[in-house]
């Protein structure tokens, strides 16, 4: 797989954890579902920085 298969799929991951969580545990509450969608992001965003970005 190339780099922007792996990023692509990354990405995708990152877009689907912040819609099954805002579907399970945020549907109605708008400020806390920005705030933990925002917080999903962050943490892929270190992750990414910390282990993928030298691939």
């Known amino acids: 797989m190339g ?3 792996w990023v692509a ?3 995708f991951t990152m877009v689907l954890v912040v819609v099954v969580v805002d579907l399970l545990f945020f549907r109605h509450q708008a400020w806390e579902r920005l705030a933990v969608n925002v917080g999903i992001v962050l943490v892929f965003l270190a992750f990414y920085f910390r282990f993928l970005k030298d691939r």
């Open 3 to 5: 780099r922007q298969a």
């Open 9 to 11: 799929l990354y990405v």
